[in-house]
């Protein structure tokens, strides 16, 4: 019933900044805590950050704490990822997903509705 549509992915240069958006649709986000993953080819999927339903809460990995900032407008019935400093480390394919709001989680398993991703390519 909940759909999620990821935008804002590209080629982007070591350094650069890329803002990555997720939609909703069906459904609204207000009431769920939202997670962005990643995952690269022969690597895990690894959870980014998270934020609570009401945006008072986020987390982050530590690989990209400092740099990535997760922000949601529920008005808008959407989700931000700001990515700054970007390494090819953070070359992937970038999830957003919800789940029922809680805890912010970095789980994967506790997120039941997935968009299908959008590619993030840094490199020079």
């Known amino acids: 019933q909940l759909q999620l549509v990821e935008s804002g992915g590209g080629l982007v240069q070591p350094g650069g900044s890329l803002r990555l958006s997720c939609a909703a649709s069906?459904?609204?986000?207000?009431?769920?805590?939202i997670g962005w993953f990643r995952q690269a080819p022969g690597k895990e999927r690894e959870g980014v950050s998270c934020i609570t339903s009401s945006g008072a809460i986020t987390k982050y990995a530590d690989s990209v704490k400092g740099r990535f900032t997760i922000s949601r407008d529920n008005a808008k019935n959407t989700v931000n990822l700001q990515m700054n400093s970007l390494t090819p480390e953070d070359t992937a394919v970038y999830y957003c997903a919800a789940g029922r709001n809680g805890l912010c989680t970095l789980s994967a398993p506790l997120f039941g509705s997935w968009g299908q991703g959008t590619q993030v390519t840094v490199s020079s």
């Open positions: 069906g459904y609204s986000l207000q009431y769920y805590q």
